[in-house]
Structures are given as C-alpha cells and as structure tokens.
C-alpha cells in the first residue's frame, strides 16, 4: 500500500543549521507595506504569535528528544530547536518596535503568552501514560503547525507583489529568511511526530485544532491590530479584505489555503512533497540577514 | 415511516436560530465592551519583555572622530532614545566587515543621544581596532548592539581603580561619577608614554585636590608599583582593574585581603580558546561530577554522561542549552543572556568556569 505511506522526497533534506542574524528596525515604517494597513497587520500577526508559539515548540522538543532513537532525526531536531529559538528571538525584538510606534502589543502578546505557557504548557500529569500522551498531542499539534508555517514560508519567497508595492526591506528580509527557514525544515515536525507515533487519528484531530486555533487567532490579532493603529481612525479587519489581498497577491490566497488542508489530511502526505528547498537555500544565500550571520560565524570560528 | 412532523421541526429551527441570533448579538456587546476576551492573559507577559534584544542592531551615525592620545580613536555616536547606561559598560561594535568587538562606554551616562567609545590600534590584533582606525569616518553609520555592563561600580567605602593603557575607558565614566559624589577614591593609571595615554587633562583635573592621580608612564617611571598601592588601600576598598593580562594578574596576585577585585577583560580574552582552562561541573541533579577539558565545552563533556541534554547553535547565540547556574563563577562567553540572566545562568556551549574552579549545574 505505497500510496498510503507517507513518501518523503529525499533530496529535499538539507543539513539545518541555526543562523546568528540581526535586524535594525529603526527605519522600518509603522505601515510597511505602503498605503495597505490591513495587509501589513495581518502579516504583524505573526510576530503576536511567533516569539512565545516557537518558545513552545523548543520547549516541547526538548523534552522529545530521549524518545528520539534516529541519529539523523536527532541532528535534525537540533537544527530545527536552533533555527526556531533565533526565529522567536527575531520576531520578538520587532515588538518593541511596534510599541515605539504606538501600537503597543502586550495585551495580545500577553494572552498568546498564556495560551502556550499555561493552557498548552506542562500540566500536572502523572508520569507514565498521561504524560505520554499529552506530549504525543502537543508533538502531533507541532506537525500541524509546522504545515502552514511551511505553506506560508512557500508564499512568502514567492511573494513578488510585495517587492512591487514597495514593502520595507528588512521586514522582508525577516521574513523570507524565516520563510526559507521554514521550508528548509519543513519535514523535522512530521519526522518527529511519525517517529514517535504516527497515529492517523491524532493527525486529523490535532489538525482540527490547530487550523481552528490559527484561524481564530489570526482574525483576532488583525482586528486587534486594525483597530488599535494609532494612525487609522476606523481600522476594520474583515474576511473580504482578506480575500481581495489574496487575489491580489500580497496575502495568501483563499483557494490555495483551503487546498492545503487536504493534502495534510492524505494518508500519503510528506511534508518534503511540497515546497522547494533548493529556492530556500537559494534566498538564504541572498539574505542580508543570513549573509552578514554567516559572515558572523565564520569569523567567530 | 413515522409521520413526518413539519411543524415541530420548523419550530425547532426556529428556536435554534433565534438562540444563535441572541448568542452572536451578546458575545458582540461583550466583544466591544473588552475585544480580547475571551482568553486569560498570563500575569507576567514574556514576549516583547525579554531585554535581550538579541537580534536587533541600533544604526548610529559616527558625528565625530577625534585622537586624544597617540594611536587611539575617540567616535561619537549619535542615534536618538538610546538606552541608558552606567560606568563601566561596553558596546558591540558590528563593523562593516562583520567583525563584533566591544568597546567601553567612556562618554557622559547622562547622554541619551550619542555614546563615545575609543579604540587603541593593536598592530597584531584580530583585525577589529585596524578596522575601527581605517574604516570608520564622521558621516558614516556602524551598527551596535547592548550596551551591556559586566564590570558595574561597586558600592565601598573606599574605591582603587587601575587603568592600563586604553583599559582606562570604562574607569573614566567611574572618576566623573566618583568624584562628582566626593567619594573617596585613587586611580594608578600606566601607559607607554604620556602621548599614548588618552584623556590625561581631563583625569588630572579630576584629581587635582588630594593627589588622587598617580599617573605611571613607562618611558619616565617604569611599571607602576601595585604593590605599594595597594598595601595602601584600607581595608573593605572595591579595587577596579582594566588593562593588559599581565598587569590584571599582577594585581590579583598582590591584593591583599579584605579588598574585593573587579576585572574588566576588555582584550576579549575568554574568546580566545588558548587561554582556556580545565575545570570540573557538577550535576547536581544527576549526581555525576564531569571534567571539563581546557579543549572542551562544558556542553561537549555533559553529553558524554546525558546524551539527551539539549543544545543547537554551540556558539552561544541561540539559547538552547541555557541551564542554571547553582555555584561557582562563570565566564559568561555568550552574546544572548541578559545580565539578569547572567546571575543564575549560564550557556554551556560556550561559557565556562572562571579560573579553573568548579561549577554546579542545574541538571
């Protein structure tokens, strides 16, 4: 039963290394995607839920790695904590900035802080089977994560509408490095999660969750952000704007997002069957960010 | 087949309408009155309070470039809202080429809107002072991160501060701020030559009154008697030292006791893997005691014995392998941790145990 078997397309791995990078936010503007607000928002909702979501995911990994028996995966895992630790750094060093632009953050933040910290953080369990399985739910939950960020890694290096609007620079460098980051790791979640337990039906209910959670807190943050804009005086996020920049390019779009929900529910989905990690590898050796670490590195060596 | 029932049926879409109808209408009202309910907050939010601040640079423009002795460069940075700073602290210099170095801060803390550093050419240097002497000019921008302070002003009765040669940037901010409080202090302050020695005028004004300067240039007088400075010190006096390794292992070798040491290792020692020592950490948790090689990380040897102990980067940037520090003195080696951070613990990739001792860990 080939087809039911995840696949993986082996000449997609790539050794995973975490990049020392720097981003100097001083020149970027509050709308950075110039004249469209609610695209520059929905896109800031990545930094409310990054820095303590990725926070999560080292703190879960960590605990996953005695179970981890595939040297291989193992040194994946590495890169992969590394890769996510600098991504968490980067994305909440853009939080003050946005607080020095008068929107201040904290409110949001503070409860994306709770969710992952106390709702979906270690639970008094005792140790055996119930500690097992939450870690199992919150390692299944990761790999569906770790599906769209994927998805929008993928987007976002293909992204060329926000180069033609004239988006601020270092916030698409911060991003496609991310992005391209994402991509390069893009299999480690599935990995560790087929690894450790594979169990189809938790795929799908982890999955259920997490799209349903993303969405909600995706919605939330933009009209968080539209309406808190000190520069807006009826800032309103809505479905249909959501749409329209779909269309146009500078988010991504609605029939490609619904398409990917069901290639992560196929019994043959491998994360590795999507995306390019030559085009990631390619824009990391174009990156400012990952150019100036590297150089960085080799001088620390 | 059961009689069909329309009209209970209808009623009951009816009703479950008319419940959705209310429901949306009330968690509307309750939205507009707090938008973000429903969710709790966590009591001390993290994202965005982290003060690491690691991955961000802060672009300043160079507004002036000036000589105050021979071989050393003084810049002024300018760049608005910069954090505050007190003596003794030190900047991350990136310069063009992507070299970090770190300079003491030796302009006025009260300044908010530039910082000074100063920088002595080192002919054999790691190539950071050739490149601040020949690569940065007024009117251009270098980006810097921190500032960060591991050689903060102690609290004492009585203050000895030592300067080497450009080891005395982060002692000046110390004078001004000393002086300004008439505490009681001393400098020793050695050089090559009194041409060499930045910002001289300006030290012996300080100590004008009561012969608190005693300035050693090595052409006119020879090395600078610590010996006899520090006999002289009363007992419970903070000792500062900043300059060269040897006359930084000078002083600890002849302070006496009851004097507490402060050492700014300005040369960037610490990175150099030469002088690395062995040492010995303790697990606590594990009840294993590991040795630590002067060729080793802490990381290296502690995975020997737990396999499992998570690390990433092993350059000290990515946080990974942070584990708390329950005794011993580290020699923090890192560019992440906050000095916060720094009191409790530690990287274990790439920090290690000052002098040779002995830490315990956490694990």
Redesign the interface.
């Known amino acids: 039963m080939s087809n039911t078997q995840p696949a993986a397309v082996a000449s997609e791995r790539t050794l995973l ?2 990049r ?8 970027t503007p509050l709308h950075w995607v110039p004249g469209d607000p609610f695209t520059t928002h929905t896109i800031n909702v990545l930094h ?1 839920l990054l ?2 979501g990725e ?1 999560w995911f ?1 703190h879960v ?2 605990q996953v ?2 179970y981890i028996h595939d040297e291989e995966l193992r040194q994946d895992v ?2 992969f ?3 996510e ?2 991504h968490s ?2 994305h ?2 853009v ?3 946005l ?1 020095e632009q008068g929107l201040d ?11 992952f ?2 709702l979906l953080g270690d639970r008094t369990l005792p140790p055996g089977r119930a500690r097992k399985w939450w870690l199992l739910e919150r390692v299944a939950t990761i790999a569906a994560i770790e599906h769209y960020t994927a998805f929008l890694g993928d987007w976002i290096l293909n992204a060329d509408e926000l180069d033609r609007r004239g988006a601020d620079p270092t916030m698409l460098d911060l991003l496609r490095w991310h992005g391209a980051e994402e991509v390069e790791h893009r299999s480690v979640a599935f990995d560790v999660f087929m690894h450790v337990d594979g169990s189809y039906r938790r795929r799908v209910r982890t999955w259920a969750t997490a799209f349903s959670a993303l969405a909600f807190l995706w919605q ?1 943050g933009a ?2 952000f539209m ?1 808190n804009d000190p520069s807006l005086l009826e800032g309103k996020a809505s479905f249909g704007q959501f749409y329209r920049s779909g269309r146009r390019g500078t988010l991504p779009s609605t029939p490609s997002m619904l398409k990917s929900i069901p290639r992560y529910l196929s019994r043959a989905y491998h994360p590795s069957q999507e995306g390019s990690t030559a085009q990631a590898v390619d824009y990391l050796t174009r990156s400012p960010a990952a150019v ?1 670490a590297e ?3 080799t ?2 060596r | 087949m059961p009689p069909a029932l329309p009209l209970p049926r209808l009623r009951t879409v009816a009703v479950a309408a008319g419940a959705a109808l209310l429901a949306k209408r009330a968690l509307r009202r309750r939205i507009r009155k707090s938008p973000l309910w429903p969710l709790p907050a966590l009591d001390e939010p993290i994202s965005g309070r982290l003060q690491r601040r690691s991955t961000t640079g802060r672009r300043l423009l160079v507004t002036e470039r000036t000589s105050p002795a021979d071989g050393v460069v003084r810049l002024r940075l300018e760049g608005p809202d910069l954090p505050a700073w007190e003596p003794g602290a030190h900047l991350d210099l990136v310069l063009p080429s992507g070299l970090v170095r770190q300079y003491s801060l030796c302009g006025d803390p009260a300044d908010t809107g530039a910082y000074t550093v100063a920088a002595r050419l080192v002919e054999d240097g790691r190539g950071g002072s050739r490149e601040v002497h020949t690569a940065l000019h007024e009117g251009m921008e270098v980006e810097v991160r921190g500032p960060r302070n591991r050689f903060p002003l102690t609290e004492a009765p009585a203050h000895l501060l030592i300067a080497g040669g450009i080891g005395i940037t982060p002692v000046l901010p110390m004078l001004r701020r000393l002086a300004a409080e008439g505490a009681d202090w001393h400098l020793l302050y050695g050089g090559r030559s009194r041409a060499t020695m930045p910002f001289l005028e300006e030290i012996e004004k300080l100590g004008a009154e009561g012969g608190r300067v005693t300035v050693v240039p090595q052409d006119e007088a020879g090395h600078p008697d610590l010996a006899a400075a520090l006999a002289d010190t009363a007992e419970g006096t903070a000792v500062h030292c900043c300059g060269p390794q040897p006359l930084m292992d000078a002083v600890a070798a002849a302070l006496p006791p009851g004097r507490t040491l402060h050492l700014e290792r300005f040369s960037a020692a610490g990175t150099d893997p030469a002088d690395a020592e062995p040492f010995e950490v303790e697990l606590r948790r594990s009840g294993l005691t590991v040795p630590v090689a002067a060729d080793q990380s802490v990381l290296a040897a502690v995975r020997a014995e737990l396999p499992h102990v998570p690390y990433s980067c092993e350059q000290g940037f990515c946080g990974t392998c942070q584990q708390r520090v329950l005794a011993g003195e580290v020699e923090h080696r890192d560019e992440l941790l906050t000095d916060v951070e720094r009191a409790q613990a530690m990287l274990i990739c790439v920090s290690r145990c000052r002098g040779g001792g002995r830490l315990v860990l956490d694990l």
């Open positions: 290394k975490a020392r990078v720097n981003f100097a936010w001083d020149r409310l820095p303590a926070r080292i990994y960590r790695l005695p590495i890169g904590i590394g890769q630790a600098m750094q980067a909440d060093d939080l003050p900035h607080k953050p904290t409110p949001y933040t503070a409860q994306v802080d709770w969710l910290e106390k939330r009209r968080f309406e100036a150089a960085r590195t001088e620390a």
